[in-house]
């Protein structure tokens, strides 16, 4: 799993937001378009993707999609 | 003295016996005189339930209700039986356009594949005395669903449904057949929630819950009532416990 392609599938499901906008160290809940789906969304495509589950609490405490992919590597490293 | 909610004599089948809900439904109807036997997936829990369960002659039975074969050893295990309390389920949030069979059919399995060949195979293999009484339990989220439910919510809608059918089929028999519909519950279940919304959130929500959040015991209680001689004139209704919440505006 590389980081620019977890920025790039969190990216594409913010519809309303340039694709460039959302970086690596972008802070997600900063931007307009969140929403508490996207929380959701994001576990679900963590999910799907990666085969982690991450925790409501975890998506809470993540910032940015670095924080995320930090979670999921740790994660599949106690795997 | 008078009694009309008492179980004596009665002996009551409980699934998802070994945490929350389940667990405090068979240590009440055990307190009201009946007889339980109590299946779960977990020994260790369920052997926990089974200590606080009170007087004697009851009877625990470890069942995968996802797996066929168990549902059928659970059956050859049971008594005949003046009672069937479902309370095993299990709930996992997933966006409905990220849904795949993988997400879904684990949760499928229990809150509803399970329940039809459990009572078909009780049914069929005459477990089910006259006048006896099924209570599933439901969700509010069935009629009031959230963000992500798509799953749970749409298990439970079938189960009121299901309950329905076997009301109409059954009732020749005495043979009733009801849902209890509980709002947000203090059990493990609220924790593994809490833990997937946020504990923010969580307490926003429960916020708008004028008497609180629900006991085990408030959901024990009503199903005392639906397994009762008390309810022998209600059949195929869903009773919703929800301290008010869905009321009307607060």
Known sequence: ?79 | MYNPFSLQGKTVLVTGASSGIGQQIAISVTKMGAKVVITARNKERLLATYEQLVAEGHQWVLADLAKEEEIKNLVNAVPKLDGVVHSAGIIQPFPIKFLKKKNFEPIQSINYNAILLLTAALLSNKKINRQASFVFLSSIASQYPYKGAATYASTKAAIEAFAKVLAVEHSSKGIRSNCLSPGMVKTAMYEQTEQAVGAKKMSAYIEQYPLGVGTPEDIANATIFLLSDASKWINGITIRLDGGLLAGMH
């Open chain 1, 1 to 79: 799993m590389q980081l620019t392609e977890l920025v790039q599938k969190i990216a594409e499901e913010f519809e309303d937001t340039p694709k460039e906008q959302i970086t690596a160290i972008t802070k997600l809940k900063d931007l307009e378009e969140w929403s508490s789906m996207h929380a959701l969304i994001i576990i679900a495509l963590i999910d799907n993707h990666y085969d982690i589950i991450l925790t409501g609490e975890e998506m809470i405490d993540a910032q940015t999609p670095t924080d995320i992919y930090n979670i999921i590597l740790q994660k599949q490293a106690n795997k």
